[in-house]
């Protein structure tokens, strides 16, 4: 039997799912990431790598023919000629690009997707700018590129998904002219197409983790994309809404939508495009207030038909990158009712209204209009925020197929280059 192994590594925690040719899950894996310093993620990402395939029992590790892994978007460490990183990582969120922005903004163009204080482009050039490290004997890498490196041993490689908040054109399919114009062009890495087999496990990983000698090892995507893969949705005007920690929009469109006034971006889905945007905002800041308990307890109180006349925008800190892009919005959290569970109600519309708001956007700026939402993530379980958020939307809410981002890398493992 011919198995494909998708691992996706989110902010809280990563997964594993084995599926095999006509997409029947076969196994599956869980391992948290705890919150621990920079300087200690890289040893806590690759702990949660080996663990999730050791977890896999021996028997289908022995059949897996083909591995992809995701990432959080825009998540990149500098490593060197041996994969060794010689900064902490940068996670998705770190917005200490700003400090460049007027630098990318002399040369990329107009509402260009670099142009964000998150955006792996400005994050680079952050980087190398205070690097005391020899940044031109060294590999830029993203979180889905170095963790592929750790069982295929090749740097340098990437994905057009990953690579497209470091200024890559997935449309002409190359780095744009205007890029050459910056010093960091010497590092910046091999783009292909996700899915695209870069190279065999290492002798040395095979051994290890009782994987095939030839088992393939594919270029990846983000875990937003992924989500989108696995949950069903194929038609332009369909979307999927991920409610994990943030929240994230992807809407199928026949045409791309490019604006980084609103965080607004495309990928490249074969002849299609997934344009959208992802907010600072969602299941983390209600974590801050409710336990996951609280969270059903209370929500079961809500009526979902009333919309709640609190207005908020729930960040967990300063800054956000969409519906609204704007590195200095404060959280607005206030006022903060005595009862709970207007409160909750009052951050559950919030976020609803957020995802309204970005697919309006992402409409009036010309993508395909929306006709359905799928939703992944651990907000797609509570039933009374998919009420909400179906009155907020005017379209029908429909579960994914497969909620599970990591289904999507599978099924990216086993269709190959997309």
Not at 215 to 230: L, M, W
Not at 341 to 368: C, K, M
Request: with cysteine; charged share 15%; proline share 7%.
């Amino acid at each position: 039997m011919k198995l494909y192994l998708g691992i996706d590594f989110g902010t809280t925690g990563a997964r594993a799912v084995v599926i095999d040719a006509e997409g029947v899950i076969q196994a599956e894996a869980q391992h948290p990431l705890a919150t621990i310093t920079p300087a200690k993620l890289i040893k806590s990402w690759q702990n949660a790598l080996f663990a999730l395939i050791e977890q896999i029992p021996a028997n289908i590790r022995g059949e897996i023919r083909a591995i992809a892994i995701d990432g959080t978007s825009a998540t990149v460490l500098l490593c060197d000629r041996d994969g060794n990183p010689l900064e902490e990582p940068l996670l998705y969120n770190d917005d200490r690009g700003i400090a460049v922005m007027a630098q990318l903004s002399a040369i990329a163009p107009a509402h260009h997707v670099v142009l964000s204080a998150t955006s792996s482009l400005a994050k680079l050039l952050w980087i190398t700018q205070r690097s005391k490290a020899n940044t031109q004997k060294s590999y830029f890498l993203h979180q889905a590129d170095w963790l592929a490196f750790l069982l295929h041993g090749q740097l340098g490689v990437s994905d057009y998904h990953n690579a497209l908040k470091l200024g890559y054109d997935p449309e002409h399919l190359c780095y744009p002219a205007w890029l050459a114009q910056l010093p960091v062009t010497p590092i910046l890495p091999k783009v292909l197409a996700p899915g695209t087999p870069v190279g065999e496990v290492t002798p040395e990983i095979a051994h290890r983790l009782g994987l095939p000698q030839d088992c393939t090892v594919c270029t990846g995507t983000t875990d937003s994309i992924a989500a989108f893969i696995a949950s069903g949705a194929q038609s332009p005007g369909e979307a999927v809404t991920s409610l994990g920690s943030t929240l994230v929009l992807k809407l199928l469109s026949h045409t791309p939508v490019e604006d980084a006034r609103y965080g607004i971006y495309s990928h490249r889905l074969g002849e299609l495009w997934l344009t959208g945007g992802a907010s600072n905002s969602g299941g983390a800041v209600l974590r801050q207030f409710f336990s996951d308990a609280e969270l059903e307890s209370l929500s079961c109180e809500i009526d979902p038909q009333k919309e709640s006349p609190l207005k908020y925008y729930p960040l967990l800190k300063v800054g956000d990158r969409f519906p609204i892009n704007d590195p200095h919005l404060c959280p607005q959290l206030e006022p903060r009712p005595v009862n709970p569970v207007e409160f909750l109600h009052g951050l559950l519309e919030s976020i609803a209204r957020l995802e309204t708001r970005g697919y309006e956007l992402l409409q009036q700026l010309g993508a395909t209009p929306l006709t359905r939402v799928y939703t992944a993530g651990g907000g797609a379980k509570n039933a009374t925020w998919t009420a909400i958020r179906e009155r907020q939307l005017q379209v029908p809410i429909i579960p994914s197929t497969h909620t599970a981002a990591a289904y999507g890398t599978a099924r990216l493992a086993a269709i190959g280059n997309w």
